[in-house]
């Protein structure tokens, strides 16, 4: 039974555009959620977290929205590059249990 | 050193040999963690350690998996009697505590013959 659902496997933007990930998790004890991105052959990257006490955390490109009644987050990447080209993964985590767990990742694409 | 650090990179080896896979994580994080990622699915919690104490070994598969970090420095994951479905991207990661974001190294990727 997955706790983190990523249901887009992949996406595909034109550069300068917005590129939006989507993941949905199931566990309500879930209170802090990391974005990671990886490139091939390397290990995830931490992106960008946001905690449960909040709504919308914004770095730079990427802001990340959490919808907690409806166990939903968002990545947002605005203007996309052509390095943000990755895999990004989104992992909550329960801070009294703190292994991450992983989605299955969405491959983005952005396209020069 | 900057990150953390795996080796080997790559490992291959016959059914049934043991392997020995070994993380170096960023000097003074408290935090230890092995994740086990088969080829397209995101990485999965294998165990945990808070410097020297292993405070977690919930998710590995079976008893042929080991781990530990005994100095609370450098961890190594023991793997015997391997088997096929072994085969995947062992990654480290360490963090200052167990709250702080996790830092990866770039995974041990190990195939099973």
């Known amino acids: 039974d997955q706790q983190v659902k990523q249901n887009s496997p992949s996406l595909s933007v034109q550069e300068g555009r917005i590129s939006i990930l989507n993941c949905d998790y199931t566990?309500?004890?879930?209170?802090?959620f990391l974005w990671y991105k990886k490139y091939p052959a390397e290990g995830p990257t931490f992106l960008i977290s946001?905690?449960?006490?909040?709504d919308k955390n914004e770095d730079g490109r990427f802001t990340v929205f959490l919808n907690k009644s409806a166990k939903h987050l968002s990545l947002h990447i605005v203007p996309s590059q052509p390095g943000d080209s990755a895999v990004y993964f989104c992992?909550?985590?329960?801070?009294?249990?703190?292994?991450?767990?992983f989605g299955k990742g969405t491959r983005l694409s952005v396209i020069a | 050193g900057a990150g953390v650090s795996q080796s080997p990179r790559y490992k291959v080896a016959k059914r049934g040999q043991d392997v020995a896979l070994r993380c170096d994580p960023i000097?003074?994080?408290?935090?230890l963690f092995w994740y086990q990622q088969a080829l397209g699915q995101g990485p999965e919690f294998l165990t945990y350690?808070?410097?020297?104490?292993?405070?977690?070994k919930s998710g590995l598969p079976s008893d042929r998996f080991f781990a530990e970090r005994p100095e609370g420095s450098v961890s190594t994951l023991k793997i015997q009697r391997t088997q096929q479905e072994d085969s995947a991207v062992y990654l480290c990661?360490?963090?200052?505590?167990?709250?702080?974001?996790?830092?990866f190294g770039d995974g041990t990727r190990l195939s099973i013959l």
């Open positions: 000097s003074g994080h408290v935090s």
């Open positions: 990661a360490s963090s200052l505590d167990s709250n702080q974001p996790q830092h």
């Open positions: 946001i905690s449960s006490i909040k």
């Open positions: 350690f808070q410097n020297e104490a292993q405070l977690d």
């Open positions: 992992a909550p985590l329960n801070s009294g249990n703190t292994p991450l767990v």
């Open positions: 566990n309500s004890m879930f209170d802090y």
